[in-house]
Each structure stands twice: as structure tokens, then as C-alpha cells.
């Protein structure tokens, strides 16, 4: 005899006759579960005045993993090799600091090695050294960085300005020392001797101290730059892109769009809401329920927006993402609560309607808060605080939804459903009658309402659930209709994990900035122009080396040696504090053969070159660290950058005489990259893990809760494909979102397949048809509200809501197609037999026996 499938929801019953009569207190008391969450979400919003205070958007701090390799590393630099104020060297810098830059790009392909060109170039270079603050008392001459008591200077203007008929790239001699050109001229082209035929493009940097300065006042010379380099004013030779520091390129970058189009995305919502809701009944018309769904979906983010905002919480610009969420699962509540009231009996008081509604509802509505709250939590364990003040967003946000859809919504339809009751109009709450008469067309059409489908004694079926139950249900349960959909899987998942292998990592600063800002200008030049050299990355040993011993130096110069051989470093450009040293002791017959005079001679080599006294550290009569110099180059782009960054650290971990790190400023944001793989497996594993778990405990068969949680990692590898063929790369912006939409993928599935096993139907196919008549429009029309709502994202200025709108597009259509195709579908192949049909098997046997 075959044994009816086992069932695992030890709590779907009970939490079923919670629901229903919490659904009949909400039908009693609609006052108050409509007024306290209104009062509750006025009380939160005061926590708004906080927004500027708790806005945290600093690139390092919460773009990058908090605990990243280069973090450690430059912790090591900063410890061994302290800064000399006194003697500014870019290179040594431990991060990017206080700097203004420009790009003067020649226009009409002039030269900037010509008069014209470079004298509009040194015009605008006089002009920011004027540039005063403190009512003028103090200019960039007092706020410089400095070189033996002089401003750092930009040579490059020196090297074009002066007299000198040739010119050699990338190293030029200037002043009687080498000048590396390749990080300040850019488009530059040579003639065989290697001297510099023509450039298109230079750039100048302003770097600020802090010696006897104050943060204030180093920004306010910033802000004047930034101001004046914004003015209307031309040049007819150059044009010009500027960036400045790091934290004040966010603040000024982030002055987001995201407001007007919350704004315009919650006014489609509701329009698309309040059309799909539309009947043609004047009672049964559920235009105000619509607007009131939107409506507790708003009220959700500005409770949840509004306490953590009083409780301090750091807000970051991708919390901007959350409100388009919430209002994607706000309206997905909605619309499963109103099909679930339209099914129960329209003559029924309305706390005995709302019981049913929410027996019925609420349990699905359940299990996607419950995982979705569980998986956003998890999230603010993450190793981005952008992902962690996320999640906590998120989270909470999801948790006020629940609970808004659940009292203040179940309150308005409750009392939408004693104005049904009363049988009054839709607009102006009068009793209208229910029959037609003679009264005339316009008449009817406007002042009759009530009808119901006296056969089931509900309301009648919006004409979309009709087709789902008349058409598409019967047409998708032919076996040829089966058997097409199953190979359209196998398609799309083949498709998918096609893209899974061309998918890219990057990261630019740009993708945090408005398309037209000036960082974008900026970066977009520095690639058209300058991306034939990188950065000169510094290659640490960490560890106290013999350096005096033959082998140990040769050991460690072979190791260098593999760092210049790598594609990305050039191999002739480096820089050797050692190399210098031993060239000293050749010209001075010095014996650096034992370690007294190797480290007796140090000191005059050191007053000779100050700055290699930056990159050894000689305490005592021990070198414990040191480190040299290695130029990159041609880097043109983000996945580039992942590449020199990977070779870099795998040459450095294969060294054997000593520990070697390599750093540089940059770097910190290359950690993601080691992260962000590992972070998103991790994710869509938990969302897995979670959702098996909650659905084993809810879902009324165990095997509906492996299809839903199979139905997880196969979205997410469409989504994950298709990014990749819709150009958007992996990094932590979108890991975010990806993390944001993968929740999403739970929704549909789960809805679905609770209905199809709470069925009472006795045959899969028969299951299928009602789940797909019950819940086919509801998830039609979340689906298509929401991704009408977010295309307007698409146009936004900032790639972070591109990014958003492309991946929310994916995972919406993909969960809408996984649905109400390929899950119906495979529940009715691999579902066993209901009790009720094993027993009616059994009958028809016994019947035939006898």
C-alpha cells in the first residue's frame, strides 16, 4: 500500500487559528488597528531631524570589509615607517589624505607642450594657488604639504615650462634627479628616442598638510577649489575635471536623487495599484484599499526609517534602496490579502470575513517576513558596515510591514468591508441599490452596486482570475505543455550558467557618484588618459632580514625581481632604497658586507637621500621592516585592477626569505573583491537554509518546501547570468542589491506552493489550476506594479539605482515566471498522491474486489 506523503507543518495549524481570530479582532475593533499605527509612525517619523547627523557615507569606512588584508597591512606601515610632515612624498602616503587634482585635457587636439594650451593651463594653476580662506588670511601656501619647508610642487608644469628642448618619458631628468611623468601627462606621444612628440592631457595635484591647520580649515580650501573650478568660466585651450578628497567627494556626490524618485515610484505604485483594483461594481470597488496598501508600506519605512534613525544608526546611501523593497512587498501583501477576502462569502459579517481572509493569508504572508527577517539579519553580521546599516534597515522595515499589513491594512479592509456590507458607494459612502433598473445606463454604471456570484456566495472573480482558471490553469497541465515548459527550464538554465562564467568583479569610485558629477568627469578622463601607468605600489618586507648577508640580499632581490616580471609592473621603473644604498657604498668603496658597517653607514647615506630614511625601520641595531617601490601599469579598467592586485599578492605569498606585503592606498577597496564572492554564497546559502527551515515548519509537505528552496539557487543563477549579460559586475553595491532582490525569489515560490498543498483538490493537475486561480492575479499584479514602479529608476543620474532597476527587473520577472510556470509545473511531476486521493484509490479497489 503507498503511504500518503508525511507532513512537517507542526505549526501551520495553530498558527492558522491565531491568524483567524486575530482576523476577527481586526473585523471587531478596525478603529484601533487602523489609529495606533498611524500615532506610532507620527511618533517615529520626529526621528527624521537626525538624517544629517547619521549620515555616514564615507567610501573606506563602509564600502570596504572591515577587517580587509590591506587594513593590516597598512597598519604595519603606519607602525614601522612613521610620516615625516616635513618631507611629503606621494608614494608614502598612508592614505589618499587631504589633495584637490585636476585634468587639463588639450581641446581640438592642440598640444599641451604649446604656448597657447599651456599658458591657459598655468593661468588656471595661479588662480588655485590665490584660492584663500579664514577672511583671507590663510592661502594654499600656508596649507601645503611640504618638501624641505617648500609646497610640493607640480614639476610637470616646470618640466614643460622650462627650457629644456627634450623631453624623455616616462622618467625625465629634471633639476639633476629622475621626474616619473607617467602619472601626471597623459596621451603623450614619443618618437623613437623616446622624448615626447606631443601629450593631450595634464595632470596637477594639491596636496594639504596638517601641520598648525585644522580639518575645517583644510575642507574650506577645498570646498573653494571644488567652487571654483565650478564657475562658468572657460578656457578656449583645456578642458578641465577635478576630484578631491576622498570624504568630501561623498558628501558632495551623494546629494542623491533618491527622494524625488521615492516619490515618483510610491505616485506609479499607487496609480497602477488603484487601476488593477478597479471593478465595475460601485460597492465592490477596491480603489481605497489600494491606496491605503501603498500607504502601510510607507508608514512601515518611516516607523522603521524613524527609530533607528533616534537610536543612532548610521545611514548610508544604499539604505536609499530599502524603501523600493519594502514597497515591493507591501503591495505583494496587499494583493494576496484582497484575493483572499474576495474568496470568502460576501453575506458573512466581517470579523467571520477577516478570520478567513486571514487564515488563509496570513500564513504565506508569514513565511516570506519570517525568512526575509531572519536572512537581513543575519546581514548585519556582514563584513561591509554599508551591508550591515542595510540589513538593520531592511530588517526592521520588513518587520514594521508585517506588522502594518497585518493591522493598520487589515483594519482599512475591515472597514472597506463594513461599507461593502452596508452596501454604499465606493466614493461617496451613500447606500446604492443593487439591481439594476430603468433608471437609465449612466445610472447603473454609476450609482448600482453589491452583485456577487450567488454560487459560491463570493465575490466575482476579477476577469484576470477567470483566465486563470478557464485558460491558462487547463493549458498549462497538457503533458505537451509540460513537457515544452521543462525544456524552457533547461534553456534558461543553461543560459544562466553561461553568464555565471562571464560574469566580472570591479569597483570604481564613480559608480557612487552622479553621471555628470565632477568625480565621473574626473575618472573618465584619468581613464582615457592616464591609464598607461598605476600606482607605484609599495612591496613591504615585515620581517628583519640580514640585508648585509650576499644570500639573503640575493634571495630577496630574486624576489623582487618576480615582482617585475609580472604584466602589469614595469620593469625598469623601481625604487630601492637597498639598490641606492649598495650603489653609495660602490662609489665610496665602502665594505656593506657585515652588519656594522652596513648599518654604520646608514646614517650619512641618509642625511645624502632623506627619503629612503622613510622607508627603513633602524631601531637599535636591527632593520625590523623596509620596503622598495614597483611601478604598475597598463591598467585600463576595474577587472585590470583585480588582476594586478591578485598577481601581486600571489607573488608576495610564494617569496620564501622573507614575509612580504604589499600596499597601497587603493587597496582597501580591492579587499572586497577577496570578500564579496565569498559574502554573496554565503547569503543566497542562508536565504536557502532559512527558507527550508521556516517552510518545513509552515508548508504543508516537505517536498513543496525543497521546490521552493530549489527555486532559490535557480533564480539566482538567472539573475546572477543575466547581470552579467546586462554589463553590471560584481562588487559590494550590488551584492547588496542582488542580496536585496534575492529575497524576493522566496515570495512567488512559497505563496504558490502553500496554496497548491493547501488545497483540498485531490489530483496535483487539479491543485495546480485552483493554486494558479488564486494566486495567479495577485502575483501578476505585484509583479507588474513594481517593475512599472522601478523603471523609472532606470533614468536615474546615479548607477547605484541602475544597478537596483536592472537586477530588481531580473528577479522579479524571473520569481514571476518560476511562479506561475516552472513550479506548477514541477509540482504536478514530483508530488505524491494526497491522503484523500491514496484513500479514494483504496475504495474504487475494494469496490472492484467485490
Not at 108 to 125: A, F, Q, R
Not at 482 to 487: D, M, W
Not at 494 to 513: K, N, R
Not at 538 to 551: A, K, L, Q
Request: hydrophobic share 45%.
Amino acid at each position: 500500500m503507498k503511504m500518503g506523503c508525511r507532513r512537517t507543518d507542526c505549526l501551520s495549524k495553530p498558527l492558522a487559528g491565531l491568524f483567524a481570530r486575530l482576523g476577527a479582532t481586526v473585523g471587531s475593533y478596525p478603529f484601533c488597528f487602523f489609529v495606533v499605527p498611524v500615532l506610532i509612525s507620527l511618533a517615529l517619523s520626529g526621528g527624521f531631524i537626525f538624517l544629517k547627523d547619521r549620515e555616514d557615507n564615507d567610501l573606506e569606512r563602509q564600502f570596504t570589509p572591515s577587517k580587509g588584508p590591506s587594513k593590516a597591512a597598512r597598519a604595519f606601515v603606519m607602525e614601522n615607517f612613521p610620516y615625516n610632515d616635513s618631507m611629503f612624498s606621494e608614494d608614502r602616503l598612508y592614505s589618499k589624505g587631504s589633495f584637490a587634482s585636476l585634468i587639463a585635457a588639450a581641446r581640438n587636439g592642440y598640444n599641451v607642450l604649446e604656448g597657447p594650451v599651456y599658458e591657459d593651463i598655468t593661468k588656471l594653476h595661479r588662480r588655485i594657488l590665490n584660492i584663500t580662506v579664514a577672511n583671507g588670511t590663510l592661502g594654499f601656501q600656508d596649507l601645503c604639504a611640504r618638501v624641505n619647508d617648500e609646497c610640493f610642487s607640480n614639476v610637470i608644469l616646470e618640466v614643460i615650462g622650462s627650457s629644456e628642448s627634450r623631453i624623455t618619458y616616462p622618467v625625465h631628468t629634471h633639476r639633476s634627479g629622475p621626474v616619473f611623468l607617467g602619472s601626471v601627462l597623459g596621451g603623450v606621444g614619443v618618437d623613437e628616442e623616446g622624448s615626447v612628440r606631443s601629450a593631450q592631457a595634464v595632470k596637477l595635484f594639491y596636496y594639504l598638510g596638517n601641520q598648525e591647520s585644522t580639518a575645517e580649515v583644510l575642507d574650506l580650501w577645498l570646498r573653494g577649489f571644488k567652487a571654483l573650478l565650478s564657475d562658468t568660466f572657460n578656457y578656449k585651450h583645456i578642458e578641465v575635471s577635478t576630484t578631491l578628497s576622498t570624504h568630501l567627494l561623498t558628501i558632495d556626490s551623494h546629494t542623491v536623487d533618491g527622494f524625488p524618485l521615492f516619490l515618483i515610484t510610491y505616485a506609479i505604485a499607487i496609480v497602477f495599484s488603484v487601476i488593477s483594483c478597479l471593478r465595475t461594481d460601485n460597492v465592490r470597488n477596491k480603489v481605497w484599499v489600494a491606496v491605503f496598501g501603498v500607504l502601510s508600506a510607507a508608514l512601515a519605512i518611516v516607523s522603521s526609517f524613524g527609530l533607528l534613525l533616534y537610536i543612532g544608526v548610521p545611514f548610508v546611501i544604499t539604505v536609499a534602496n530599502s524603501p523600493f523593497l519594502i514597497l515591493g512587498i507591501g503591495l505583494n501583501n496587499m494583493f494576496i490579502l484582497v484575493s483572499d477576502w474576495q474568496h470568502t462569502h460576501v453575506k458573512d459579517p466581517v470579523p467571520k470575513r477577516m478570520a478567513h481572509t486571514y487564515k488563509e493569508a496570513v500564513m504565506s504572508i508569514t513565511i516570506t517576513a519570517l525568512t526575509d527577517v531572519v536572512k537581513f539579519s543575519i546581514g548585519v553580521k556582514s563584513d561591509f558596515p554599508s551591508v550591515q546599516s542595510f540589513c538593520l534597515y531592511t530588517a526592521t522595515s520588513i518587520m514594521f510591514c508585517y506588522i502594518y499589513t497585518i493591522t493598520f491594512f487589515g483594519a482599512f479592509l475591515a472597514l472597506n468591508g463594513r461599507r461593502e456590507e452596508g452596501n454604499r458607494h465606493w466614493l461617496t459612502c451613500m447606500t446604492v441599490p443593487s439591481d439594476t433598473d430603468d433608471n437609465g445606463l449612466m445610472y447603473n454604471v454609476c450609482c448600482v452596486g453589491g452583485a456577487y456570484d450567488t454560487n459560491t456566495e463570493a465575490e466575482k472573480k476579477h476577469p484576470v482570475s477567470n483566465f486563470f482558471k478557464d485558460y491558462y490553469g487547463p493549458f498549462l497541465i497538457k503533458p505537451w505543455v509540460k513537457g515544452a515548459v521543462i525544456l524552457l527550464y533547461v534553456a534558461y538554465l543553461m543560459t544562466s550558467i553561461y553568464g555565471c562564467f562571464q560574469i566580472e568583479q570591479g569597483f570604481d569610485l564613480q559608480d557612487l557618484a552622479a553621471d555628470n558629477s565632477h568625480v565621473t568627469r574626473f575618472t573618465r578622463k584619468d581613464r582615457q588618459y592616464f591609464s598607461d601607468y598605476g600606482p607605484s605600489v609599495m612591496v613591504i618586507v615585515s620581517e628583519s632580514v640580514p640585508y648585509w648577508n650576499d644570500d639573503a640580499r640575493h634571495h630577496l632581490q630574486a624576489c623582487m625581481t618576480e615582482f617585475t616580471r609580472l604584466k602589469f609592473v614595469h620593469r625598469d621603473i623601481y625604487t630601492s632604497w637597498l639598490d641606492s644604498y649598495l650603489d653609495y657604498g660602490h662609489q665610496r668603496a665602502l665594505d656593506l658586507s657585515d652588519k656594522e658597517g652596513f648599518l654604520d653607514n646608514l646614517s650619512p647615506f641618509f642625511d645624502l637621500h632623506p627619503l629612503f630614511k622613510q622607508d627603513v625601520n633602524l631601531t637599535g641595531n636591527a632593520i625590523y621592516a623596509s620596503r622598495f617601490f614597483i611601478q604598475t601599469h597598463d591598467i585600463a579598467n576595474a577587472s585590470m585592477e583585480l588582476a594586478m592586485f591578485s598577481e601581486l599578492r600571489s607573488v608576495a605569498d610564494i617569496c620564501r626569505v622573507a614575509s612580504l606585503l604589499v600596499y597601497h592606498q587603493d587597496f582597501i577597496f580591492y579587499d572586497q573583491y577577496e570578500v564579496v564572492v565569498t559574502s554573496t554564497i554565503k547569503n543566497v546559502g542562508v536565504i536557502a537554509a532559512v527558507m527550508l527551515f521556516v517552510s518545513l515548519l509552515l508548508i504543508p509537505n516537505p517536498l513543496g518546501s525543497l521546490w521552493v528552496t530549489c527555486s532559490i539557487g535557480s533564480v539566482t543563477a538567472g539573475v546572477t547570468g543575466f547581470k552579467a549579460l546586462w554589463d553590471v559586475s560584481l562588487d559590494s553595491i550590488s551584492m547588496i542589491i542582488f542580496t536585496i532582490c534575492i529575497g524576493f525569489t522566496v515570495d512567488f515560490s512559497a505563496h504558490i506552493t502553500y496554496a497548491f498543498f493547501s488545497s483540498k483538490k485531490s489530483s496535483p493537475d487539479d491543485k495546480a489550476v485552483e493554486a494558479l486561480t488564486n494566486l495567479g492575479y495577485p502575483i501578476l499584479q505585484g509583479t507588474s506594479s513594481i517593475i512599472l514602479a522601478v523603471t523609472v529608476l532606470a533614468i536615474s543620474e546615479f548607477n547605484t539605482f541602475r544597478t537596483f532597476f536592472k537586477l530588481f527587473f531580473l528577479v522579479m520577472t524571473f520569481g514571476m515566471v518560476h511562479g506561475l510556470v516552472f513550479i506548477p509545473v514541477i509540482l504536478t511531476w514530483f508530488t505524491c498522491s494526497s491522503e484523500k486521493e491514496e484513500e479514494r484509490k483504496q475504495e474504487i479497489s475494494v469496490v472492484t474486489k467485490i
